[in-house]
């Protein structure tokens, strides 16, 4: 089965704990602190894999999550670093955020990858906090949360030429003669339901992907029949393969036909007008295709190379493969949209004030948030009275009483972030 569209969840490791420990050695009372950090969660990467030319593997599978980082330990010993995650996926993949619609990046290469999210960082041991003045810190701080994404990935196949033509021109006949492509073959319209590759191989040392792009017709980049659902593998193709029935079977008018689909291609696309087209006047084994072929010749002969072929009876076909693989030297790869690189903001310190954003509650409550309090606070070991006052004293650095003095806040008042919840007293104090 072909798929090539997937929704997936993600999940980065969450970090280690750091540990809160003391040394415990003969003939030393007062051992000091030795509690060692947390490890590292796992990411999630990203990786090409050349054997892969679906999606099918994330229609059953949907989740992903990385191994969290181990906890700290005494000794001054590190937790271990959560194992990666990698996820295989064919090359052409394209993955982008469902949440902001930015694409994040295009898989092309092989053993390419990519980190969709890192895991957090592990939680610091309380040996990180020793001080002259606290020579011996009782808590320890929390390991990062991983990160959580909901990703699209969207797979545009990776050809070298694309073979377009309305259905039941011989496009599947044509692949499966000059490859070890096996399509299903008969004569009715859109027997080919998915894409199909294969490899031509020209001479010795050269060779080429082509890809069979199910039958297009009037209407198809607004998803008419098959539409736009395949229309978009033929954006990563460097030539377009353009099949038409110069037999004139089923009645077909083989210029009319060549019209028509460059007219869903371009409303489709603009760029694919900009792409190298051939045509392959196929059946030219019929016996009314020799008038055809002169009348196309006539018409499009001046602007595009044309090659009278039998799909049938292998006519033709070899010089055709051949031009096809001189070109392929020359052309380029196709870019299709570049990532957006992620914007770097650097804050000065008098804009610190404006990560807080307090808020009042339906009880009445001051609600605290703001993204440097969240960090901090999912770091904090809510269990533990002095990481907590820690915290708070945090807090009252970033300006957080002046600006609760500012919203009106009395004494006794009810403050809340996050699961924290304490009542404001005016000398600063839980």
Do not use: C
Not at 388 to 406: C, I, K, N, P
């Amino acid at each position: 089965m072909f798929v090539d569209r997937a929704i997936i969840q993600i999940k980065s490791g969450d970090g280690g704990n750091g540990m809160t420990s003391f040394r415990r050695e003969k003939y030393v009372p007062m051992g000091g602190p030795d509690g060692g950090d947390g490890g590292k969660g796992g990411d999630i990467i990203f990786k090409v894999d050349e054997g892969l030319n679906t999606l099918l593997d994330f229609k059953y599978n949907r989740q992903f999550k990385a191994e969290r980082g181990e906890n700290g330990k005494p000794k001054n010993m590190y937790g271990r670093k959560g194992a990666d995650t990698y996820i295989l996926v064919p090359p052409g993949t394209m993955i982008y955020d469902t949440e902001t619609e930015q694409l994040l990046t295009d898989l092309t290469y092989k053993d390419e990858e990519f980190v969709a999210a890192k895991g957090g960082r592990g939680g610091r041991g309380n040996v990180r906090f020793k001080t002259n003045q606290d020579k011996a810190p009782r808590f320890s701080e929390m390991g990062e949360p991983g990160v959580s994404k909901e990703l699209r990935l969207e797979l545009k196949l990776l050809a070298d030429v694309g073979l377009v033509g309305y259905p039941n021109v011989g496009k599947s006949t044509l692949i499966s003669r000059v490859s070890e492509a096996k399509p299903k073959i008969a004569n009715y319209h859109f027997t080919t339901l998915t894409p199909n590759l294969g490899v031509v191989r020209v001479g010795e040392d050269q060779s080429f992907v082509m890809a069979d792009i199910p039958g297009l017709i009037e209407g198809a980049h607004q998803g008419v029949g098959l539409g736009d659902e395949f229309l978009r593998h033929i954006e990563r193709t460097r030539v377009i393969l353009h099949v038409l029935d110069t037999g004139g079977s089923e009645g077909r008018e083989p210029i009319e036909d060549f019209y028509k689909i460059n007219h869903e291609l371009k409303n489709y696309s603009e760029k694919l007008t900009e792409r190298v087209q051939i045509i392959a006047a196929n059946k030219i084994d019929i016996p009314d295709a020799k008038a055809n072929l002169e009348r196309l010749q006539t018409e499009l002969g001046d602007q595009y190379e044309i090659y009278p072929i039998s799909a049938v009876t292998g006519d033709g076909i070899k010089p055709l493969m051949f031009r096809l693989a001189e070109m392929l030297k020359e052309l380029p790869h196709p870019i299709l949209v570049e990532p957006e690189e992620e914007q770097v903001v650097i804050r000065p310190d008098f804009m610190i004030e404006q990560e807080l954003v307090i808020n009042r509650d339906d009880d009445g409550a001051y609600v605290v948030e703001g993204s440097k309090v969240e960090e901090k606070l999912v770091r904090t070991d809510l269990n533990n009275e002095v990481a907590v006052s820690r915290f708070l004293r945090y807090l009252r650095g970033m300006g957080l009483y002046d600006l609760l003095r500012e919203k009106g806040i009395q004494e006794e008042d009810i403050v809340r972030i996050g699961p924290l919840e304490f009542e404001f007293i005016e000398d600063g104090k839980i």
